[in-house]
């Protein structure tokens, strides 16, 4: 809960709560509590990998979250499932996965943009994510932190940021002043932006 309350209080707009293989990973029952508590404080996203479609809507009616965050191919029926639940969908692609240019964003509300392996902290080229054409928002990630966050935002096609590793001491363990500072220049590209 530690970590949670943190980043509510740094004024981000969304807490992710890992149910994918990660050092980040959380049990359904300690998601459960975390989302309980922030309820109606900041938006609840659950980060789903390697889990079959009966394994996720059960833990969208577990958790009650307000998104999905869906890393694998996904079928229309849980696509349809999550809708049902009144579920805001997003669909992360790597950049170096065919799917990266082939998936139909159509389908899912946002698609959150990654670098070629997800979670590791690593940069990559932002151009790619202009090889192709989109209909839904964009969510950058893959290697931000306080330091680049600005940069990236200052790309227009950039409605949203990521981060987990580039404001960790370790790795599963985030560190306040880099969550306030990234928080921080985040807030501050966007506002000058627009």
């Known amino acids: 809960m530690g970590d949670a309350s943190m980043v509510h209080a740094a004024g981000a707009d969304a807490l992710g709560l890992i149910l994918a293989p990660s050092p980040r990973r959380v049990e359904l029952s300690v998601a459960r509590d975390i989302a309980d508590w ?55 692609l790597s950049v170096g996965d065919e799917a990266f240019m082939t998936f139909d964003d159509a389908e899912v509300d946002a698609v959150l943009v990654d670098g070629p392996i997800p979670g590791s902290g690593r940069t990559h080229d932002w151009g790619d994510v202009l090889r192709r054409s989109w209909t839904r928002p964009i969510i950058a990630a893959g290697g931000l932190t306080s330091s680049n966050v600005s940069t990236v935002i200052g790309n227009q096609w950039v409605w949203g940021v990521d981060v987990a590793s580039g404001v960790e001491e370790s790795p599963g363990h985030k560190r306040e002043d880099a969550v306030r500072s990234f928080v921080a220049n985040a807030r501050r590209a966007f506002s000058e932006r627009s």
């Open 38 to 92: 922030a309820r109606g404080q900041i938006q609840r996203v659950i980060v789903v990998r390697e889990l079959d479609d009966a394994a996720i809507l059960d833990a969208v009616d577990a958790i009650g979250p307000d998104a999905v965050q869906l890393h694998d191919p996904t079928s229309r029926s849980l696509l349809a499932e999550l809708r049902r639940r009144g579920q805001f969908i997003i669909r992360a």
